[in-house]
């Protein structure tokens, strides 16, 4: 079950993050991967999303969307040391997902234009410092 259990933390975390940074191409397209409840509690309708109107409660939405990410990161994260070590390598992509929530924090972050990505060469850098990290402990 622990196995299962931190599959499930690692595979939320990073389909969230995914979906935060997919946001502009959703928005464009007319679809919405937010919880509709919270857009609805901050304020914010499909029409504005769809728009493209930035607002502080579509902010709140996102930083709410990224909080709930990296609670799933933190608790897989805790946990990793449960994991048989044959199965890690499995997990190294999560790596990924910090400096993508990271950037989406940023004070210069515009959701519907922003685009958050890493060069080749910083995604190749992070999965193999985590691999390396993960034979260690």
């Not at 990224?66 to 609670?71: S, V």
């Not at 990793?80 to 950037?103: K, M, N, Q």
Request: net charge positive; proline share 5%.
């Amino acid at each position: 079950a622990g196995s299962a259990d931190l599959c499930g933390y690692a595979g939320v975390t990073y389909a969230m993050t995914g979906l935060l940074r997919a946001f502009p191409h959703h928005a464009r397209r007319k679809q919405c991967f937010l919880p509709h409840e919270a857009l609805i509690a901050c304020g914010v309708s499909l029409d504005d999303l769809y728009e493209g109107r930035d607002s502080e409660g579509l902010r709140t939405v996102l930083g709410a969307t990224r909080g709930r990410a990296r609670q799933h990161l933190a608790t897989l994260r805790s946990r990793i040391g449960e994991l048989d070590r044959r199965i890690r390598p499995a997990f190294y992509p999560v790596a990924l997902v910090e400096p993508y929530l990271d950037a989406k924090e940023a004070p210069e972050y515009r959701p519907f234009e922003t685009r958050i990505d890493l060069s080749a060469l910083a995604k190749l850098w992070r999965i193999g410092k985590n691999a390396w990290l993960s034979r260690r402990g």
